[in-house]
């Protein structure tokens, strides 16, 4: 029941992340390993999927630029993931389970990735478009030019800088999800603060939406369903509901 759950889900992310995406080429250099499917199937540990034939490994350069019919390459069931690096195309989404991955350089992304309680450690984490929801830890720096949700009542920490252009969108649920990030945060874009109606906040109330190291720059837009106020307070972004 819980896999079907979560296929369920991939395949919401998935339509989310054609329209973000906008239909962009991916950048496909330096791949040595690319996913094919054909074995047929979505699981990232099947070795037919893979132009290789094996299962990408510590050398690994990723290219992950087509989608299986499901929307989404599948690897939340493999505990364990070590690769040089990855790219996502558009369009294409790439589900990580509750194990770790090991990304020796970067993990850039065009299309949609699903973190299930991952720890991700990587240089770097590019979302050049595209999306990023669920919770976890990233070991490293995120650059958000995409969709970042937080989802299923977590917190997605970032241990070392978050960087969000003007093209990026970090949306979060009041009272049950939002960022922490470690280090320095560099903030443009926009905030979204969703409200559940059937629970409203009581007016006057406050929640951290997001936490921080350090701070540089500022939401550019901010939008909470049903009304409030943004406070940059010592080391968060403190909403207040009106």
Known sequence: M???KARMFLRVVAALAVAVTGGKLAHAQGCNVEWTGNAGTDVWGTARNWSTDHVPGPTSNVCILKAPSTGSVDATTTPSISVDSIQVGPGVGLAFGAGTVSIATSLTSQGYLTLFGTTLSAASVNMESGSLVGGGT????????????????????????????ANGELSVQWGTTGLAVNSNAALSGSLVVGINPKRPPKKGSTYTAMT???????????????????????????????
């Open 212 to 242: 921080f190291g350090s701070l540089s720059g500022e939401f550019k837009t901010v939008t909470v369903e049903e009304g409030g106020t943004v406070e940059y307070t010592g080391n968060s972004v403190v909403v207040t509901f009106q």
């Open 2 to 4: 819980k896999t079907n």
């Open 138 to 165: 990233i070991e490293g720096s995120l650059t958000n030019s995409g969709y970042l949700h937080p989802t299923n009542g977590e917190t997605l920490t970032v241990t070392g800088n978050y960087t969000q252009t």
